[in-house]
């Protein structure tokens, strides 16, 4: 066991938490709810649900603001360094998870937040999904480590 400080623990699990009880209380555990907000083509006939749009600004401007916050500091509170994207560019890569995870996003109306949330809240229903999303990730995660050359012999890859 490593002699690490609990506060970068206990800050993960505050944060997970505090998500965990949004997504509840703004129904984005409802994939009914949420395929209702996706369906914009509604926006024509009146019937459209753009609540979950204010999910998504308070989460944009939370977001802004400590990203500007954490521009003008040396290092995180919580951890030795930041870690900012390097990546900005738009790839096949890219395009081609973006336009999966859509539509299994569309199609279930869950997300990978969501989808573990919803385990607290209904487990059988929600449990086979769970386990095929972890493992979709999981086997894709290894091809590209393969593909990349950082997958060999069986051992999975470090991160």
Do not use: H
């Amino acid at each position: 066991m490593t002699n690490r400080s609990i506060l970068p623990i206990a800050a993960a699990a505050g944060c997970g938490l505090l998500f965990g009880i949004g997504l509840a209380i703004a129904q984005m555990t409802d994939p009914e709810k949420v395929k209702a907000f996706l369906d914009v083509a509604a926006i024509f006939d009146g019937t459209w649900d753009a609540s979950l749009a204010f999910v998504m600004g308070a989460g944009l401007l939370v977001m802004v603001a400590f990203y500007r916050l954490g521009g003008r500091r040396d290092a995180p509170v919580l951890a030795s360094a930041f870690v900012w994207p390097k990546r900005g560019d738009v790839d096949r890569q890219l395009v081609l998870g973006s336009t999966l995870f859509g539509v299994g996003w569309g199609l279930s109306g869950l997300c990978p937040g969501p989808a573990i949330a919803v385990l607290g809240l209904a487990p059988g229903e929600f449990a086979l999904f769970v386990v095929a999303m972890l493992a979709g990730s999981w086997a894709t995660g290894i091809a590209l480590a393969a593909r990349d050359g950082r997958f060999a012999g069986g051992n999975l890859p470090a991160t």
